[in-house]
């Protein structure tokens, strides 16, 4: 048999390049699994990097001075603002945790006071004491904390944290700098015969993506901000900037996130109310800032980002929170997006 006629081998002889983005594509999802653990620094530098770096292309095409330099100002600025809130946040923040955890044990004996009126709860034969039920609950949080393996397993996370910012740091001015090249060797992993309609695709996912990004960060500034408007300056409500900083952050968690941090306002407010006014005033405020969100602004910020069934997103989110954790739920809702998006232009009904 001549050479010419020696058909090829090779790991991926026989497969269609179909299947072999497929076996691709489960294999790398198999490999992040595995560590999972490591993750989170790379994919919080990729986002901030990959929003940045729109900005960054357009000052050095515009100036024709090199990229290294608006690179290198990109990171030292959103360095700077990091260690800016770090130093003037971080203790105060600490401050009204506390204070806020103490108020939620005292509105909790409260609350059971009051739906007891007083009197222990019979429950299943078992008489149960509403303040015996709270000094349990807080003696059972400081015995854990007390224990020696439990104090270092804290300490050893207090580490695996700062390790996790400086790693986080790092990989941001590495990708600000060279983000690009990872990109393409990215596209690498696609057969040639395919990379068009790879390119074709991430041409419509690339806006999405970033309007997505952008518009959550824009949500988390309103929220944060109208949150601390109605909670300190209408309300009058105690530990009103933590409770606003929960607020903010909890929008990028779809629906659980905001819906725990009103449950959590709800009980402070109802420790510190003076009267059905106030609760109902609470009640309104609450309804305002979400349809505020929901109705105005992150259809605004969001477009097309905002095109999810609130079913797939409640879906995606509890998938890439027990898969990936917090990667997962950061993700969740791009990978989302981009098989949607994707979907929608193979199949051609991308509008």
Same mark, same amino acid.
């Given at each position: 048999?001549?050479?010419?006629?020696?058909?090829?081998?090779?790991?991926?002889?026989?497969?269609?390049?179909?299947? %072999?983005?497929?076996?691709?594509?489960?294999? $790398?999802?198999?490999? =992040?699994?595995? $560590?999972?653990?490591?993750?989170?620094?790379?994919?919080?530098?990729?986002?901030?990097?990959? +929003?940045?770096?729109?900005?960054?292309? *357009? =000052?050095?095409?515009?100036?024709?001075?090199?990229?290294?330099?608006?690179?290198?100002?990109?990171?030292?600025?959103?360095?700077?603002?990091?260690?800016?809130?770090?130093?003037?946040?971080?203790?105060?923040?600490?401050?009204?945790?506390?204070?806020?955890?103490?108020?939620?044990?005292?509105? =909790?004996?409260? !609350? !059971?006071?009051?739906?007891?009126?007083?009197?222990?709860?019979?429950?299943?034969?078992?008489?149960?004491?509403?303040?015996?039920?709270?000094?349990?609950?807080?003696?059972?949080?400081?015995?854990?904390?007390?224990?020696?393996?439990?104090?270092?397993?804290? *300490?050893?996370?207090?580490?695996?944290?700062?390790?996790?910012?400086?790693?986080?740091? +790092?990989?941001?001015?590495?990708?600000?700098?060279?983000?690009?090249?990872?990109?393409?060797?990215?596209?690498? $992993? +696609?057969? @040639?015969?395919?990379?068009?309609?790879?390119?074709?695709?991430?041409?419509?996912?690339?806006?999405?993506?970033?309007?997505?990004?952008?518009?959550?960060? *824009?949500?988390? &500034?309103?929220?944060?901000?109208?949150?601390?408007?109605?909670?300190?300056?209408?309300?009058?409500?105690?530990?009103?900037?933590?409770?606003? #900083?929960?607020?903010?952050? %909890?929008?990028? !968690? @779809?629906?659980?996130?905001?819906?725990?941090?009103?449950?959590?306002?709800?009980?402070?407010?109802?420790?510190?109310?003076?009267?059905?006014?106030?609760? +109902?005033?609470?009640?309104?405020?609450?309804?305002?800032?979400? !349809?505020?969100?929901?109705?105005?602004?992150?259809? #605004?910020?969001?477009?097309?980002?905002?095109?999810?069934?609130? &079913?797939?997103?409640?879906?995606?989110?509890?998938?890439?929170?027990?898969?990936?954790?917090?990667?997962?739920?950061?993700?969740?809702?791009?990978?989302?997006?981009?098989?949607?998006?994707?979907?929608?232009?193979?199949?051609?009904?991308?509008?």
């Amino acid at each position: 048999m001549r050479g010419a006629d020696v058909p090829r081998v090779g790991p991926l002889a026989g497969l269609s390049d179909g299947r %072999a983005v497929l076996l691709a594509i489960i294999a $790398i999802t198999l490999f =992040l699994y595995s $560590i999972q653990i490591i993750l989170l620094p790379f994919v919080l530098a990729g986002i901030v990097a990959y +929003v940045c770096t729109p900005l960054i292309d *357009a =000052l050095t095409k515009r100036t024709g001075l090199p990229r290294i330099i608006f690179a290198v100002l990109t990171f030292v600025v959103l360095a700077g603002i990091g260690a800016a809130t770090s130093v003037l946040a971080v203790q105060h923040l600490a401050i009204e945790l506390g204070r806020t955890i103490r108020e939620l044990r005292a509105t =909790l004996d409260q !609350l !059971l006071r009051q739906a007891s009126g007083g009197q222990p709860i019979h429950l299943f034969g078992y008489s149960i004491d509403g303040n015996q039920i709270v000094q349990s609950m807080n003696g059972r949080v400081q015995d854990w904390i007390a224990q020696p393996n439990h104090a270092a397993l804290l *300490a050893g996370a207090s580490f695996s944290i700062v390790m996790g910012v400086v790693l986080t740091a +790092v990989l941001l001015m590495w990708f600000l700098a060279d983000g690009k090249s990872v990109a393409r060797g990215l596209l690498w $992993i +696609v057969p @040639p015969l395919r990379r068009r309609i790879v390119m074709q695709i991430w041409s419509k996912v690339d806006p999405v993506l970033k309007r997505y990004f952008v518009g959550v960060f *824009a949500i988390v &500034v309103y929220a944060t901000v109208a949150a601390y408007v109605g909670l300190a300056l209408i309300l009058g409500l105690h530990h009103a900037l933590l409770l606003a #900083l929960m607020t903010g952050i %909890a929008e990028t !968690l @779809p629906i659980v996130g905001s819906t725990a941090v009103a449950i959590i306002a709800g009980l402070v407010s109802l420790h510190t109310a003076t009267g059905i006014m106030s609760i +109902v005033a609470f009640a309104l405020y609450a309804t305002a800032l979400r !349809l505020s969100i929901d109705q105005a602004v992150a259809p #605004l910020v969001l477009g097309r980002a905002a095109n999810l069934h609130p &079913v797939l997103i409640i879906f995606c989110f509890l998938a890439g929170a027990i898969t990936f954790g917090i990667t997962g739920v950061m993700l969740s809702v791009p990978v989302a997006l981009t098989v949607k998006t994707a979907l929608a232009t193979v199949y051609g009904e991308d509008g």
